[in-house]
C-alpha cells in the first residue's frame, strides 16, 4: 500500500504504512532474518566517534541460558570487554571466571573442561574453583601460596533466575547490591517454554536506557498509531513504564498496554496486555563498548498459544522482536549526545538519563560529570558503592 503521508493514513492502517526503516526490512523472513540480526555491520563509525567510550553501570546481565549450559559443559564468552569462561560443574553450579589462566596465560574457553566441580585449564591441567582459586595442580607437590586465593583468576558472582545465567558487574568490584526479581510464569505449567531470539546491537547500554523513554520514535520508528501515554516511574535501581498505545494487528487496532520493569540496564521484563498476555524477558549485555548481545526470551499462557488465537499469539512476538529490528537499524549507527536538543513531546529522556548516573561509581560520575557527587545525584544504591 503507497504511503501518502497523511495523519489519517497513519492512523486508518499503522502496519501497511512503511516508515523509512521498515523498507530495509521487508525482504527479510527466517534464517536470513536471524542471521541479518547478528551479523556484523561493516563500516560503522568508531566507538569514539559515536561518543561511546563511558564506563559499563553496575548490574546484573545475562551471559546465556540455563538450558543452554549442561552439567560438565565449558563456553568462552566475551562480555564487558573481557574473555571470560563459563561453566557447570558437577553439583549443577554455573561459574564464570575471566578467561585467561594465571599460570602461562592458556584461555580456559577453549579446551578447557570440567573436573568435579572445577576447571580444568587446557596448557597444564591447573584446576580452578567458583572463586578462582587453584585447588589443584596434578603435577606439582605445592600450589604457590598467591594462587590458592580466591581471585588468583577474577570470579564473577553469577545468578540462575527465570531460565537465564547472569553475571554481576560492579566497577569497584563490590558485591551484588541487588537481587534479581523471580517472575513465576516461566517454567510454569500452562505457560510456554521460552522462545528465544538474539540481537547484536553496535551501541552501547546508556543509550538503550534513553529509548525506553523516548515515546516520539514509536509513530516514526514503529508506526504506532499515535503517541503513547506512559507513566514513568524511577524508584531506586528500578524502573516503571506503562504505555498504552492503540496496536496494529492483522485483526485491526486493539487498545493495548505495554509495562516494563527494570531493574538495572540490562534486565528488563514487559508485559503486553490487550492483544495476548505475553511476558517478554529482555537482556542487554555490553560486548564491548559499542556492542550488545541483546536477547529476548517470550512465555505466553499454553492455552492461548495452542488455541484459537494462537496466530495472534504468535504475530505479537513477531511484532515485538520486528521493532527491535526497526529500532536497530537506528541504533547501530546512532551517536551518543550528551546534550541533546531537545523538545516538549520528547518524554523524560533526562530524568532516565539521571536514574541512568546511579549505576556508575562515585569517580566514574565525577569524571564525567566534572563535578562530586551529591546525595540529590547518587540514589540510594550507589550508596554502598
Ligand atoms: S596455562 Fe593454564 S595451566 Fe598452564
Ligand atoms: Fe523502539
Redesign the pocket.
Known sequence: MPDTGSESNVAADARTSPSAVWRLLESMKGEELAAWRIADVPGRASAEERNLTEPFPMGWYSVGYSDELAVGEVKPLRYLGKELVMWRGEDGGAHVLDAY?R????HMGHGGKVHGNNLE?P????RYDGTGAVKDIPYAKIIPPQAKRADCVPSWHTMERNGMIWIWYHPKGTAPLWEGDVFPEVGSEGWTSLKKFQWRVFNSVKNMHDNGVDVAHFLYVHRTAAFPESDIEFDGHRFKATARAKLGTPKGMVEGAIVSNGTSPGQGCVRFLGISETLLLSSVTPVDKDELHVRFAFTQPQKEADGPMGGLARALIRDICKQLDQDKIIWDRLRYEPKPLLCDGDGPIPMAREHYNQFLSDEEFERLKGKKRTVSTRPKVADAS
Open positions: 589462566c599460570h602461562l596465560g592458556a585449564c596448557f597444564h591441567a591447573w
